[in-house]
């Protein structure tokens, strides 16, 4: 073989390479045009993987701009039949509800009440768009005083655990609040509960009292491996429930694990957890792809979080990056890692992009 010497650009375009490869294997031949591309495509993005989030309050005529997060809004009951059936009509089937209740307290008692904020929106969301499912996160940081995701361990001399340090979110004690609200989030109307504090045994307390109170057909959605994450931060100004003190490092997962995310879904399995969740999803496409590997018979979803969400607004809004590719670039990585549903607040901008 003889190597030419390129001196002009001519002779590069019109001399036949020295490099030719033998078996002249070419993954270009199927990139070729947009149709060759589409039929090799190995996942899509449809408007039925998304679930969106949506955040109530109390009052009229209340649609409140999260200022970090660019287009999420909290929203009061009555404009809520018409939200709910603008995502019908981009064919997204579900949305997951987050309450910021009127009272604060230490347990969070309108966690669990008929009238609570969670339970209003669910009826309402129910009676304008009946075929809409209704997830609801089940969790006690925003209703509670201290902002904790559960009951804790305080008291001038008298703790309820003697052993456990002052302000220590107490596991059991949480439980049976979370049963609680989980059954009165049914008896509103919803279709899915969400449990989302990382309380070990909320899948089996939560089964128990939905089962307890004929409510044996409603799926558990479990936020089973959910991490200690800084990316949260938007979510926490956009449902006031950030930690007054402290941190959830007792409760949510050290970032740095992954074993232990296996052993997480597994006990969730267990318990009789319906479907799965990792949370955040892009720092974690790791994950989601050794849970869907590991527990291939469980729908799996992911949390595409308030941070994730912030992070390309922002950048987007300075003209650094190409809102639209960038977002379906990134849902498509969290499909492609193994979700077959993804929680996002870019849901219903996708689904418009997707169309
Ligand atoms: C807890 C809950 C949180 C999120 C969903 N459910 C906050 C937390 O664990 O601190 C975060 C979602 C997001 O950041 O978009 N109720």
């Known amino acids: 073989m003889t190597m030419t010497r390129l001196t002009t650009e001519t002779d590069l375009l019109t001399s036949h390479s020295a490099f030719r490869t033998p078996n002249s294997i070419r993954p270009r031949r199927l990139r070729l045009n947009p149709a060759m ?16 989030p949506l955040f109530v309050v109390h009052g009229s005529h209340v649609q409140n701009e999260i200022g970090s997060m660019p287009g999420v809004y909290q929203w009061s009951i009555d404009n809520l039949a018409r939200e709910a059936e603008s995502i019908a009509k981009l064919n997204i089937p579900a949305v997951i ?7 604060k307290d230490p347990v969070g008692l309108e966690n ?20 809409m499912v209704v997830v609801t996160d089940v969790c006690l940081c925003e209703y509670t005083d201290h902002g904790h995701c559960g009951v804790l361990n305080t008291g001038n001399g008298s703790r309820p655990h003697p052993h456990l340090p002052e302000g220590y979110v107490l596991n059991d004690q949480t439980l049976d609040v979370l049963a609680e609200v989980a059954v009165s989030h049914a008896e509103a109307g919803a279709d899915i509960v969400a449990p989302s504090g990382m309380i070990d045994g909320m899948v089996a307390a939560i089964r128990a009292g939905l089962d307890a109170n004929r409510f044996e057909h409603i799926p558990i959605l479990s936020y ?32 740095a694990n992954a074993r232990e995310a296996l052993r997480e879904a597994a006990l969730d399995v267990n318990e009789g957890a319906d479907l799965l969740m ?28 308030s941070g994730e969400y912030a992070m390309v607004k922002a950048a987007a809004r300075n003209g650094w990056i190409d809102e639209e590719r960038v977002v379906l670039e990134l849902l498509t990585g969290i499909k492609r890692a193994g979700a077959d549903l993804i929680i996002t607040y870019h849901a219903k901008d996708a689904a418009q992009w997707i169309k």
């Open 37 to 52: 591309r589409a039929m090799v495509r190995e996942t899509q993005l449809a408007p039925d993987d998304f679930i969106y």
């Open 97 to 103: 509800l987050f309450g910021i209740p009127a009272e």
């Open 112 to 131: 669990f009440a008929s009238d609570g904020i969670v339970q209003q929106a669910v009826r309402a969301i129910k009676n304008a768009v009946p075929e």
């Open 224 to 255: 089973a491996i959910k991490y200690a994450s800084g990316f949260y931060g938007p979510f926490r100004e956009a449902a006031q429930g950030a930690p007054k003190f402290g941190d959830r490092k007792t409760h949510q997962m050290d970032p």
């Open 278 to 305: 990792v949370k955040p999803a892009l720092p974690y496409l790791d994950i989601i792809r050794q849970t869907r590997d590991q527990f291939p018979q469980l729908p799996l979803a992911a949390y595409n979080v």
